[in-house]
């Protein structure tokens, strides 16, 4: 009996929904542009599964967490060229990724969840900008932190 209810406690966590703060309409559309400064790169990751759904992932980049991911929602940031470190909320602690960005470039990572013991854990991979544009074009923008 306790693994069924154990089971049925670790479905719903993982196929909920978690509400997560939004942009503007105005500021979705604007980034769905796809269009980098020449001065700087663009960054966009997305989260688009509904596995997961009930958990929150932070995001974070040059160890600033700029927003918390939610089912089907994804952040624009513009950066300084060079090296970044981008990380996202695993199980236990986050999981780095370093990247050398250029000018006028736009960058993009899929943030996925995986199944762990008790909690979802997730990681990114980067993708190519089709890619990217198709998964984007039916998410929502994320309200950045600060």
């Known amino acids: 009996m306790k693994k069924y209810i154990l089971a049925l406690l670790g479905a719903s966590l993982l196929s909920g929904c978690a509400t997560?703060?939004?942009?503007?309409?105005?500021?979705d559309q604007q980034a769905k542009q796809f269009v980098a400064p020449k001065d700087k790169a663009a960054l966009?990751?997305?989260?688009?599964?509904?596995?997961?759904?009930?958990?929150?992932?932070?995001?974070?980049?040059?160890k600033k967490p700029i927003g918390e991911t939610g089912a089907y929602v994804y952040f624009y940031k513009q950066l300084k060229p060079?090296?970044?470190?981008?990380a996202t909320e695993s199980v236990l602690t986050y999981n780095h990724y370093k990247v050398n960005m250029q000018a006028g470039k736009i960058y993009c990572f899929h943030q996925y969840l995986w199944p762990s013991l008790l909690w979802a854990g997730s990681s990114l991979s980067q993708?190519?900008?089709?890619?990217?544009?198709?998964?984007?074009?039916?998410?929502?923008?994320?309200?950045s932190f600060g």
């Open 127 to 143: 993708v190519s900008l089709e890619t990217c544009k198709k998964a984007i074009s039916s998410l929502q923008l994320g309200k």
């Open 20 to 27: 997560v703060p939004l942009a503007t309409q105005e500021a």
């Open 44 to 62: 966009y990751i997305y989260r688009n599964s509904f596995f997961g759904g009930a958990v929150k992932k932070t995001l974070v980049v040059d």
């Open 82 to 86: 060079g090296e970044h470190q981008l």
